[in-house]
């Protein structure tokens, strides 16, 4: 069974800096694209940036220069480094991973999320 955990989340004042960390476990063989998506209160999930197997990388215009997303594939772990953060960007963050094979399957999972809280 395949899990993504997050972590790294927190309360940090507007400008300080928090990084997350999603990992997966499981019996993996690979994974592909995986995302940032974070659903602040009363709003729709939004995605923050993706990074795929091979290193490219897209941010959302409001997070662009602040956010930087990364992978260890040999970890199977996302990381998402936030620099510079602003009370809008309080939220929940969940990690995806798209086409996660395992001896059994191929499909997408989602982590449990982790609750990232910025005062002004």
């Known amino acids: 069974q395949v899990q993504l955990v997050e972590s790294g989340g927190g309360l940090v004042q507007a400008g300080g800096s928090l990084r997350l960390s999603c990992a997966a476990s499981g019996s993996i063989f690979s994974i592909g694209a995986m995302a940032w998506y974070r659903q602040a209160p009363g709003k729709q999930r939004e995605l923050v940036a993706t990074?795929?197997?091979?290193?490219?990388?897209n941010y959302a215009d409001s997070v662009k220069g602040r956010f930087t997303i990364s992978r260890d594939n040999a970890k199977n772990t996302m990381y998402l480094q936030m620099n510079s953060l602003k009370p809008e960007d309080t939220a929940v963050y969940y990690c995806?991973?798209?086409?996660?094979?395992?001896?059994?399957?191929?499909?997408?999972?989602w982590g449990q999320g982790t609750q990232v809280t910025v005062s002004s």
């Open positions: 990074i795929t197997s091979g290193g490219s990388t």
């Open positions: 995806n991973a798209a086409g996660v094979i395992t001896i059994r399957t191929i499909q997408d999972y």
